[in-house]
Every structure is written in structure tokens, then in C-alpha cells.
């Protein structure tokens, strides 16, 4: 078997193999990178294992015998993550080790936030092999496929597939052939927002520093509303775009002051389709962040 060359393609290698296999979800990092790696590199991942250091996420470090070590900070509580950060730190190792000797380590840092421009194009490989990994497309779109988003079914995929609820939206908005848009905010601002392929024709980007609408953050901070999260609401055009209603759905997001807002735009007409090579949000957001 030759190697591949992309990230997708990797993890579409490493996801294939595993449902060949007949394992269920979520995709066992640990095994893949364990088991395949031995039989398949001279410098097998020999070990994965918790790290007890908080606030470095994972950590991919080559050993003195000649193997590679990913580990990982067992406390963090927000389900998914952990499992985000060892396809992560796999990730590094296929792609980026022969470049990177000193190996790699990782904090949250936002898994979009790309500030350091030397890193940025690692990190944002290293995050699209984890999420086509752990999230393989086409079974992601068997689960969806047909079914009005609700963070119920969002909720699904999640628990499904062992990922963060950030991560896992993201890959809807990927996904989708519906025209949506996915932003998160935090004090009221945008921090950043990615429209599906459709709801970019419909120009629903908004830059960060956007301020959220009126009326959505008093949804947010409307205790009783967001007990009814699920049912997406009615906002009139004007809103989050300037022609067409939207339906809005609230997300508190895994970290604590940050909001996710998921607006889908259900009575945009149809748009003509553009295709275009290499859709996926993490190459939006490497692009974003080089302007
Ligand atoms: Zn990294």
C-alpha cells in the first residue's frame, strides 16, 4: 500500500480499513495508531498514553529508541475531546514527523484558531485528518441524510462518533447540501462563522468581530428558550442575512463562555451549485486566516 499524500486522504485510508473490519463507532485511535503503525514504519507509534499535564492538549514526541509517543491530558471532561486530540496527534505523526523531528505539542487553542502562521497549516492538517477520520463522510452522511438538523441529531452524531459537539456541527455544515451556517460567538461578537458549500452562494459569511444580532443574544440569555433549544427559531429576513429568514438553533458551546449559533436558511430558493475542490472547514479557516 502507498502512502498518501493529503490529510483526507489518510484518514479516508485509516477509516476504511476500520469499517472493513466491521468495528463499530467511534474509531479507536489508540488501536489504529498502535496496531497499524507497527506493522507498516520503522518508527511505529510505540505508545499512547495520558500525560498529566494540564492545559497541553496532546503531545506527539519521539522516543529515545526510535519509536514515537502521542499522549494525551486524561482531565479534560468535555466528551470528544480527548478523542479529537489523539487523531490529532496521529495525524502530526503521519504527515508532519519526517518535517517536524522534535515532534509536536498541542494546546486547545481553539481547534480554529490559527494565530501562529508557521504553524497554521500543521494544525489545520492535523484537524482535518482527525475529523475525516473519526468522522468518515460517508457514513456521517447516512446518519443525516434526509433529517432536518436538531441539535438532537447533531447530539447523535456526536455520541456516534465519540467527537466534540463543536466538531461534530462542523462536519454537518460540511456535509450538508442545505443552505446553513455555523458561528460562534463569544461577548456578543462573532469569532468566526462557516457557511455550508450553498450558504456561501447566498454570501451568509460573517467576518469576525461581527456583532451577534439583538434578538439571538436575548434568545441566548433567555434561560427558558434555551430549555427548548431543539426547536429551532423563526428569524425574520434582516437578521443573519439580509434578504432571507433563518432558523435559528442556540449552542452553548463545550467551552463554557463561548455560544455556537447554527442557522439554517430553509426558504433560500434553490442556488446553482458550484463544485469546488477541497471543501472542508478546516482549509476554509486555513484560508480565512491567510486572507
Ligand atoms: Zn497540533
Redesign the pocket.
Known amino acids: 500500500m502507498s502512502d498518501p499524500t493529503t490529510p483526507a486522504a489518510w484518514a479516508n485510508q485509516f477509516a476504511s480499513l476500520w469499517m472493513v473490519c466491521g468495528q463499530g463507532f467511534p474509531v479507536d485511535v489508540k488501536e489504529i495508531a498502535l496496531e497499524v503503525t507497527k506493522t507498516r514504519f520503522s518508527d511505529p507509534v510505540g505508545l499512547v498514553r495520558a500525560h498529566g499535564i494540564q492545559g497541553i492538549d496532546?503531545i506527539l514526541s519521539k522516543r529515545k529508541r526510535g519509536d514515537w509517543c502521542i499522549s494525551y491530558d486524561e482531565t479534560i471532561t468535555v466528551p470528544g475531546r480527548i478523542n479529537f486530540t489523539l487523531g490529532?496527534?496521529f495525524g502530526?505523526y503521519l504527515l508532519h514527523r519526517k518535517i517536524r523531528e522534535e515532534g509536536?505539542q498541542?494546546g486547545q487553542a481553539e481547534m480554529l484558531d490559527y494565530e501562529s502562521p508557521e504553524?497554521r497549516k500543521?494544525?489545520s492538517e492535523?484537524n482535518k485528518f482527525a475529523s475525516y477520520l473519526l468522522m468518515p463522510a460517508t457514513d456521517f452522511r447516512s446518519q443525516i441524510e434526509g433529517q432536518v438538523v436538531t441539535l438532537d441529531l447533531l447530539g447523535h452524531c456526536a455520541n456516534r462518533y465519540g467527537t466534540s459537539f463543536t466538531a461534530t456541527a462542523l462536519k454537518w455544515v460540511e456535509l450538508t447540501d442545505q443552505p446553513a451556517l455555523l458561528a460562534m460567538a463569544r461577548d456578543g461578537f462573532i469569532c468566526w462563522s462557516y457557511p455550508s458549500r450553498r450558504a456561501r452562494l447566498l454570501r451568509t459569511y460573517l467576518p469576525p468581530g461581527t456583532p451577534v444580532p439583538q434578538s439571538s443574544l436575548r434568545r441566548l440569555n433567555s434561560a427558558a428558550d434555551i430549555n427548548r433549544r431543539n426547536q429551532g427559531s423563526r428569524v425574520p429576513p434582516g437578521v443573519w442575512h439580509p434578504e432571507l429568514e433563518a432558523e435559528e438553533f442556540v449552542i452553548i458551546s463545550d467551552h463554557f463562555d463561548l455560544a455556537i449559533f447554527l442557522v439554517r436558511f430553509p426558504y433560500a430558493g434553490m442556488v446553482e451549485q458550484a463544485e469546488e475542490k477541497d471543501w472542508d472547514a478546516f482549509t476554509f479557516f486555513e484560508n480565512r486566516a491567510q486572507g
Open positions: 496532546g490529532h496527534e502530526h509536536f498541542c504553524s500543521f494544525e492535523a
